[in-house]
Structure formats: structure tokens, C-alpha cells
């Protein structure tokens, strides 16, 4: 949905480089989840964030990756001392609710994506 | 045409025909579940969803089956059409504070004129 929006579209880096991708959310969402997917694969969660706070990150590696969503400005997924199997398309998702509400249906957009590569 | 989406990653149909999509799911406890739908390039888009104390549920043109028994999730679109040409993803939610849905590896929809 054309809300959510992220960028940069596409990123390329170098390993060892720091990765940041940006998602401003829909107007008045106030919940964020971050997905990866890799080639040929299908979404995996990685965070699910409200305003400045992480609410699930049962997903997220343990090193090297953070996200925020701060008061003002977009959700950042931060990527540190990027490897090639970080070459990915990071999708990231808003929703004025909980997903345990059940109103991803009507309520909630995916962003176009960012696609990282990583050479 | 019908395809399991997990094992048979390409479903070929032709164009005015039905598709079937298939997709099983391993969590006992998912409550409830979506299709989503993914053109070249761009996020996944919302089909439709279902509820697990639900068999059915109809859209335009859509049909979601779900069989709680077997853990199966179906998919069905009428007379398909070039513009439903995409990858297709079951995913589902299992609730209880688990926020993060769980996508399946999707089935890539041809449609054949």
C-alpha cells in the first residue's frame, strides 16, 4: 500500500558497512513490524515495535541488528558490519493496532520493500 | 489446477480457469489466518482472511477454505486472470502474544492465455 512508505528502494553495501532502512508508517499507525525475505522464500518476522518502544523482537538476531521507532520521524532497522547473507528484501508493515486484534485485514499495509545487497 | 504451496512452488493455469492454491500450516494454536498476494517487486497485499472457529469465507472472485483437522488452508480464485499473475503466501497468526505472523514459501501463480 502506497502509506507505508520505504526507503531507500534499493541499497548496496559493502561488507562491513552499516545498513539503515527507513519506514514511515501510515498516518495515525502507531505500530511497525519489521519482515526479511529472502530470495525465493517467504516473509520472516523479525520486530514489532510501537512508538519508542520494541514490543516483540523474537525474530531479530541478536547481534548486529536493532531497529527504533522513535516519537518523531520513521522506524530504522540498523544493520551493523553487513555479511552477504544479509542481502535481503526488508519489508516493514503498519497497522493502527495489535496484530492479536485481528484486523490485519483492513487496517494494516506492507511498505514496497527495501532490497539490500550486500557485494 | 491445484498445487500444495509449501512442496510445488509454480502453479500454471489457464487464463478463465479456477485456481487452487494450497498451503499447509504446522502450529495447532494459529487462530487465524490471511492470503497474501505478491506482484514482482513490490510488498505483499492483502487477499483475505479467516478466523480458525471459520471453514469459508468468500471475497470477489476469492474463496479461503480452511480445514482445522488437517492443518490446510486453501486458496481458490474464479476465472483467473493475467493481473493474478504473482507469488501467493498463506500466513498465519497464532495469537497469545505472539505478534509476528508466519509466512509460508508461497506459490508463484502462472497464468497462461
Known amino acids: 500500500n502506497a502509506g507505508v512508505m520505504q526507503n531507500p528502494r534499493h541499497l548496496v553495501r559493502r561488507r562491513g558497512q552499516e545498513a539503515r532502512l527507513r519506514c514511515s508508517p501510515v498516518?495515525?499507525?502507531?505500530?511497525v513490524y519489521w519482515y526479511r525475505q529472502l530470495p525465493e522464500e517467504g516473509l520472516k518476522f523479525m520486530v514489532y515495535?510501537?512508538?519508542?518502544?520494541?514490543?516483540?523482537e523474537s525474530g531479530m538476531p541478536k547481534e548486529r541488528f536493532s531497529a527504533e521507532f522513535p516519537k518523531e520521524g520513521p522506524s530504522i532497522l540498523r544493520i551493523q558490519q553487513v555479511v552477504r547473507g544479509d542481502s535481503a528484501a526488508y519489508f516493514c508493515?503498519?497497522?493502527?493496532?495489535?496484530?492479536?486484534?485481528?484486523?490485519?485485514?483492513?487496517?494494516?499495509?506492507f511498505g514496497q520493500g527495501t532490497r539490500l545487497t550486500v557485494v | 489446477g491445484e498445487s500444495v504451496g509449501l512442496h510445488l512452488p509454480t502453479l500454471s493455469v489457464q487464463e478463465g480457469d479456477n485456481s487452487i492454491i494450497n498451503c499447509a500450516y504446522s502450529?495447532?494454536?494459529?487462530?487465524?489466518f490471511i492470503w497474501y498476494k505478491q506482484e514482482s517487486g513490490k510488498g505483499p497485499q492483502f487477499i483475505i482472511d479467516?478466523?480458525?472457529?471459520?471453514d469459508k469465507r468468500q471475497g470477489q472472485r476469492v474463496t479461503v477454505l480452511l480445514n482445522k483437522t488437517v492443518k490446510h488452508l486453501s486458496l481458490q480464485i474464479a476465472a483467473t486472470q493475467p493481473g493474478d499473475s504473482a507469488v501467493y503466501f498463506c500466513?498465519?497468526?497464532?495469537?497469545?502474544?505472539?505478534?509476528?505472523?508466519?509466512f509460508g514459501k508461497g506459490t508463484h501463480l502462472i497464468i497462461q492465455p
Open positions: 508493515a503498519s497497522s493502527p493496532f495489535s496484530q492479536n486484534t485481528g484486523v490485519w485485514s483492513t487496517e494494516a499495509f
Open positions: 498516518k495515525g499507525h502507531s505500530h
Open positions: 515495535l510501537q512508538k519508542e518502544n520494541i514490543i516483540d
Open positions: 502450529n495447532s494454536a494459529s487462530d487465524y
Open positions: 479467516i478466523r480458525s472457529n471459520m
Open positions: 500466513a498465519e497468526n497464532s495469537g497469545g502474544g505472539a505478534d509476528g505472523l508466519t
